[in-house]
C-alpha cells in the first residue's frame, strides 16, 4: 500500500502511521521513541510515498484504533464531509500545492478547517519547507473573543507571565505592572502558580481579577492550575475567567494527564455560566507540545508531531480563546537543537491554524537544549510574519519559577515594530489612554510612571 | 556601559519593585530593545547554564577526598557514551555500560545496609560544588550502616541508582544528582532516596526528593534533616516515595518580604 522505488531501493511501509513517522523531519523525541526514518534516503522515501496518499485514506485508516482512543473517536465522528468535499479528490501533494496555490484564500481555508483532520494536516506539514508553513498559515485567519478580539490581521498579542517561585503577590505585582508597562498582556494574564493546590489558585485569581477590575483592563486572567483544581475554584465563587489545561493527542496520555473529553466539557460548561466575557465566550486556554505523549509513555508508536497535530482536535472541540504549543519546554530529548525547536513551532502553528485555532507559541528552550537567543529570535521573527496569534511576555525573558527562557515584553515591541503588528484593539486603546503607548503605538520617551499606576507605587515610599 | 549617563537608554522608574522578585523587571531599554547591560547579563546566566550542563565531569577530587576519609569509591560509566547522547536518550543513562557491569560483577560484595551514589546529571558543577561538603555531613550520620562503596557515575540519570542498589542488596538508595540548570541556579544538586530499589521496577512514585541545594536554596543541614527524616521513616514504614510524606519542620526558602499586591491593596 506504501511502497515507493527510489534510487534503486524498495521501500514499503505498511502502515499509515509508520510512514507518517519516518516521513517527520530529524528529531531526537522519534528516534527516542523508535519510530524515526534510519537515514535521509528513508525519510525522503517516507515522503514520496506520503504525497501519493489520498486525504480520504486518513478517514479510512485511524492512526490510533477507534475502538481504544476517544481521541480517533472525537476526529472521526465529528468530521464534517460537506467542508471535505471540495478537497476530497486530492492526495497529500497535491493537498499541498492546492494549499500554496491561489485557490486557498483565507475565505476557503476557513470553509474546509472542519474538514480536515490532524493527521492530515500534519502529514501535509511533512511535505512543506518552513516557507511552505509560513505561506499557508499567514493566509488562515482564526479570531476569538472574551474582553477583547483576538487574531485580527496584522495584530500580535502577548500572554503577560508574571510567575514567582512563590507565588508572592507583591512578586507577582511587580512583574504584572512591568509588563504592562511595556504593554503586554492583551491575550491574558496568565500566572503558573508554584503549587497546584485550591488555595493558592483562589488568591491569585482573586488577585488578578482585582487588578483587571481596578485598572479596567480590556484583558481576561487565568490561573494555570490543573482544570480539576480550577473547577473547585468556580465551585468556590472565584472570579475565573479562562479555563486552562495541558492536553495531549491520545487518550492514554490525556489520562496520564488526569482529564478526558468530558471533564474539560464539564469545566467549560462551569466557566460559560460565569459569563465573564463581555465580547464572546471562548473561555479555553490550552498548552500542548510535541513529546508529552510519549514523556507519558502515550505516544502509541505515533511520531511526536502527529500526536501534537492530534491535541488540536481535543482542543478545537471547546472553541478556546488561545492554543499555546510550549514548543521548547519539554527539553532535547524530544527537540534537541534550536532547528528542531524552530521547525517544530511552525509546523505547530501552521497545523493548529489550519484546523482554525487560535494558535500561538510559547517560543522557548530549556538550558540543556542546543539553543540560545539567536534561535528564539528567528523562531519568533518567523512565527510573526506567518501571523501567530500570540506569544509569551516574560521580564527578561527569563522565567524565575518555570526555570526556562521564553520571549520578553522587549522580544514583543521588537517584533511589532519591525513588522507594523499592533495589540488586540481593545488592549490598544487602553493603552493609548493611559498613556503607556502613544497614537503610534509607541512607548512613551518619558520614564515616568503612568498617572493611573502612580498611586500604588507611591504607597510603597518609593 | 555607564547606562546613567547615556541618552539611547531610557530607564524605568519602578527598578525599586526588585525588591519583591528576583525576576529580571524595570530593564529600561534602549530604543524598544533589551540595554546592552541586561543584554550581556543575560548572556552570563546561559553561559554559566550551559557550562554546567557541557563540561565534564571530573570525580578525580573527590576520588582522592574520600579515599582521604578512608572510604572506597567506584567511578562507573553507563551506557550514554557521550554527552550528545545522554541528553538525546535519557534511557541510556539509566543503564550502566558493558564494562561497567563486568567490572562490579568481578568484585566481591559484603552486605550492605545502603548504597551512596553520586552522578554528574544535567549539572556537573552542582556535583563539583555541593556533593563532598554535603557527603561530610551525611557520612557521620550513616555510621550504623554498612555503606557499599560509593559510586560515582558519569553521564547518569536518577535511575541509575536502582540497578547499582540491586547489585549490592542495598536496602537504602540515596543518589546525589545535578538539577537541570536555571539561570538563577546553575549549581542546583538534587537528592533522591529509594527505599528497595529495583532495576526497571522503581518508578518516580517510589522516590523521594529533596531538591533545590544550592548556595542560595535549600542548605546542606536542611537537605540532611530531610533526608534522615525521610530514611528513618522509610525503616518503619518499608517504603518510600509518594506514600512517605515530608513532615519534617517546613525550610521554607522564601526570605522575600511578605508584602501584599499593592497594586490594590
Not at chain 1, 527578561?396 to 521588537?414: E, K, P, R
Not at chain 2, 550551559?50 to 551506557?79: C, E, H, K, W, Y
Request: hydrophobic residues 40%; negative net charge.
Amino acid at each position: 500500500m506504501y511502497k515507493v522505488h527510489l534510487a534503486q531501493l524498495s521501500y514499503d511501509f505498511k502502515t499509515l502511521r509508520n510512514l507518517m513517522a519516518k516521513a517527520t523531519p530529524s528529531r531526537s523525541g522519534d528516534y527516542l521513541a523508535g519510530v524515526g526514518a534510519a537515514n535521509n534516503l528513508e525519510r525522503v522515501a517516507a515522503q514520496w510515498a506520503l504525497a501519493d496518499v489520498p486525504l480520504k485514506q486518513f478517514l479510512n485508516e485511524a492512526l490510533v484504533p477507534y475502538e481504544q482512543d476517544e481521541v480517533t473517536r472525537l476526529i472521526i465522528d465529528e468530521h464534517d464531509s460537506i467542508a471535505f468535499a471540495p478537497i476530497s479528490h486530492l492526495t497529500i501533494g497535491d493537498f499541498r500545492d492546492w494549499l500554496l496555490s491561489d485557490l486557498a484564500t483565507t475565505e476557503v481555508l476557513t470553509a474546509i478547517a472542519q474538514g480536515l483532520t490532524p493527521e492530515m494536516v500534519a502529514a501535509v506539514s511533512k511535505i512543506m519547507r518552513i516557507q511552505d508553513l509560513i505561506l499557508v498559515a499567514k493566509k488562515c485567519r482564526v479570531t476569538t473573543q472574551f474582553r477583547n478580539t483576538i487574531g485580527l490581521e496584522n495584530r500580535l498579542s502577548t500572554r503577560l507571565q508574571p510567575n514567582h517561585p512563590t507565588d508572592n503577590p507583591a512578586g507577582v505585582a511587580a512583574s504584572l505592572l512591568d509588563g504592562l508597562l511595556y504593554g503586554c498582556g492583551d491575550a491574558v494574564i496568565g500566572i503558573n502558580p508554584a503549587s497546584d493546590n485550591i488555595e493558592a489558585t483562589l488568591r491569585l485569581l482573586h488577585m488578578l481579577n482585582e487588578v483587571i477590575e481596578r485598572y479596567q483592563i480590556p484583558t481576561q486572567s487565568c490561573v494555570l492550575a490543573h482544570v480539576t483544581t480550577t473547577l473547585k475554584a468556580i465551585e468556590q465563587g472565584a472570579p475565573v475567567d479562562l479555563v486552562f489545561q495541558s492536553i495531549a493527542g491520545t487518550q492514554k496520555a490525556n489520562d496520564s494527564f488526569g482529564i478526558n473529553l468530558n471533564l474539560l466539557n464539564e469545566a467549560r460548561l462551569a466557566a460559560l455560566e460565569l459569563g465573564r466575557g463581555t465580547l464572546g465566550n471562548n473561555c479555553m486556554y490550552f498548552e500542548t507540545g510535541q513529546g508529552s505523549a510519549l514523556s507519558a509513555n502515550a505516544h502509541e508508536g505515533l511520531d511526536q508531531q502527529t500526536c501534537e497535530a492530534r491535541a488540536y482536535a481535543v482542543a478545537r472541540k471547546f472553541k478556546p480563546l488561545l492554543v499555546n504549543t510550549v514548543v521548547g519546554f519539554i527539553g532535547p530529548e524530544y527537540l534537541y537543537d534550536g532547528k528542531q525547536i524552530i521547525r517544530a513551532g511552525l509546523e505547530d502553528h501552521f497545523c493548529g491554524k489550519l484546523l482554525g485555532l487560535p494558535m500561538g507559541c510559547d517560543v522557548c528552550y530549556t538550558n540543556h537544549a542546543e539553543a540560545d537567543q539567536d534561535d528564539m529570535d528567528v523562531l519568533l521573527t518567523q512565527l510573526a510574519v506567518a501571523g501567530n496569534t500570540f506569544i509569551m511576555g516574560i521580564p527578561g525573558s527569563d522565567d524565575v519559577m518555570l526555570n526556562y527562557q521564553s520571549t520578553s515584553f522587549h522580544d514583543a515591541l521588537y517584533v511589532r515594530q519591525v513588522l507594523g503588528l499592533r495589540p488586540a484593539p481593545e488592549f490598544e486603546h487602553w493603552l493609548q489612554q493611559q498613556g503607556i503607548f502613544n497614537a503610534d503605538n509607541q512607548l512613551l520617551q518619558k520614564s515616568e510612571v503612568p498617572a493611573l499606576f502612580k498611586a500604588s507605587l507611591q504607597k510603597l515610599g518609593r | 556601559m555607564s547606562e546613567h549617563n547615556d541618552p539611547a537608554v531610557i530607564s524605568n522608574s519602578w527598578a525599586s519593585l526588585k525588591q519583591f522578585t528576583p525576576a529580571r523587571i524595570a530593564l529600561g531599554r534602549a530604543g524598544i530593545s533589551l540595554p546592552t547591560r541586561a543584554s550581556l547579563d543575560f548572556q552570563l546566566a546561559h553561559a554559566l547554564a550551559r557550562d554546567a550542563v557541557n563540561i565534564p565531569i571530573d570525580f578525580s577530587d573527590l576520588d582522592l577526598s574520600l579515599s582521604l576519609m578512608g572510604l572506597q569509591s567506584l567511578t562507573l560509566n553507563t551506557q550514554a557514551e557521550n554527552q550528545q547522547l545522554y541528553l538525546q536518550r535519557p534511557d541510556l543513562g539509566r543503564v550502566l555500560s558493558d564494562a561497567t557491569l563486568a567490572c562490579l560483577q568481578q568484585t566481591t560484595t559484603k552486605p550492605t545496609d545502603a548504597v551512596i551514589v553520586v552522578a554528574d546529571g544535567l549539572s556537573s558543577k552542582a556535583i563539583q560544588q555541593h556533593a563532598l561538603p554535603f557527603l561530610r555531613l551525611l557520612l557521620p550520620q550513616l555510621n550504623d550502616y554498612r555503606l557499599a562503596p560509593l559510586c560515582l557515575v558519569k553521564h547518569g540519570r536518577v535511575a541509575i541508582g536502582d540497578a547499582i542498589a540491586e547489585h549490592y542488596a542495598a536496602r537504602l538508595c540515596i543518589v546525589l544528582i545535578g538539577e537541570r540548570p536555571g539561570l538563577s541556579s546553575p549549581d542546583s544538586m538534587g537528592i533522591y532516596f529509594t527505599y528497595q530499589a529495583k532495576a526497571k521496577l522503581s518508578t518516580d512514585a517510589d522516590r523521594n526528593c529533596i531538591s533545590n541545594i544550592h548556595n542560595n536554596g535549600l542548605s546542606y543541614e536542611q537537605a540532611l534533616k530531610k533526608l534522615m527524616f525521610l530514611i528513618k521513616e522509610a525503616e518503619k514504614l518499608q517504603l518510600s516515595g509518594v506514600n512517605l510524606k515530608d513532615e519534617s519542620t517546613d525550610t521554607t526558602t522564601d526570605n522575600s518580604p511578605k508584602y501584599v499586591n499593592f497594586l490594590v491593596d
